[in-house]
């Protein structure tokens, strides 16, 4: 257990931890960001889809 304790210190002493969380934060915003640039192609592709389908009956 001793040495479980000691490796938790050196992680929370050590930068790796803030880099850790800035990495998870920096992902969450790329996810965020190509889910509403997907949302947006998608809603633009299903509108011309329309557009198309009333044009050809």
Sequence with gaps: MNKFA????KFLV????PT???Y???LALIIVVCLT??????SSAN?????VGNYLT
């Design 6 to 9: 000691k490796s938790v210190k």
């Design 14 to 17: 050590s930068e790796d931890g």
């Design 37 to 42: 640039a997907i949302s947006t192609i998608g």
């Design 20 to 22: 850790a969380v800035e």
């Design 24 to 26: 998870a934060v920096m």
């Design 47 to 51: 509108s011309k889809f329309q557009e």
